[in-house]
């Protein structure tokens, strides 16, 4: 199953079609209906094997013709349960400015937890969990939770990232603006959940898959900071 051109176009022209009013955001995970969590956990499933020989196959045919993007290889991201969170395993996930960037390189370390929530859900199809685009996600996800850079910064490397990653120029377009438009939200919500204590940083990986987040970030033991 594959996204294509056609949804692609609708995705860009809804976004830009929508008035902003404030208040009016997607609903949360929480009012998620059950039909909608096994919609995706299907579509991710059926997706995850094809999604990576096409981009295997991709890869290859821009590396024969000397492109290389900034990211590294990239490591396992990994589902929760609950299918709403991952963390990564196996090693760190890694950005590099290009030639002529003065950001600084970006290391997400192994172990971080993921909700992908710093990008607006409307254009999840786009930067799907096991997609290449995620890389780009994952990365802004983690500058946003650490907010150790400005949150302009975070927003530019999401857009480079994608460019990197080979993403539609009219994409990263839309993307960016809508970051910029609604990502003060996700800002501070991340801020007030490092406030009252919360970690996303795993030490210790649950044996049993089907354990949702919820659950394992109630145990103290499994963080590394």
């Keep these: 199953m594959t996204h294509t051109g056609t949804t692609r176009r609708f995705l860009l022209s809804a976004f830009s079609a929508i008035s902003i009013v404030p208040g009016a955001a997607v609903a949360s995970r929480e009012t998620e209906?059950?039909?909608?969590?096994?919609?995706?956990?299907?579509?991710?499933?059926?997706?995850i094997k094809q999604q990576e020989q096409q981009d295997t196959a991709q890869e290859l045919e821009?590396?024969?013709h000397g492109h290389f993007a900034s990211l590294a290889p990239p490591p396992d991201l990994v589902p929760f349960g609950d299918w709403d969170y991952y963390?990564?395993?196996?090693?760190?996930?890694?950005?590099?400015?290009?030639?002529?960037?003065?950001?600084?390189?970006?290391?997400?370390?192994?172990?971080?937890?993921?909700?992908?929530?710093?990008?607006?859900?409307?254009?999840?199809?786009?930067?799907r969990p096991e997609g290449r685009y995620a890389y780009a996600a994952?990365?802004?996800?983690?500058?946003y939770w650490t907010q150790q850079r400005p949150r302009e910064e975070a927003d530019q490397i999401l857009k480079i990232a994608m460019r990197d990653s080979q993403v539609?120029?009219?994409?990263?377009?839309?993307?960016?603006?809508?970051?910029?438009?609604?990502?003060?939200?996700?800002w501070k919500s991340d801020a007030r959940l490092r406030a009252s204590g919360e970690k996303r940083i795993l030490k210790k990986f649950p044996s049993d898959f089907t354990v949702s987040w919820s659950d394992w970030k109630r145990h103290p033991d499994v963080f590394s900071d």
Excluded: C, M
């Design 33 to 47: 209906t059950q039909a909608a969590r096994a919609f995706r956990r299907k579509f991710i499933a059926e997706a």
């Design 87 to 127: 963390y990564l395993k196996d090693g760190p996930l890694q950005w590099f400015p290009n030639a002529g960037e003065t950001f600084k390189p970006v290391v997400v370390p192994i172990g971080f937890v993921t909700d992908l929530a710093s990008i607006p859900r409307i254009f999840w199809s786009e930067l």
């Design 62 to 64: 821009e590396e024969k």
């Design 138 to 143: 994952v990365i802004h996800d983690y500058l």
């Design 168 to 186: 539609r120029a009219d994409t990263i377009r839309v993307i960016y603006s809508a970051v910029r438009l609604f990502g003060a939200s996700a």
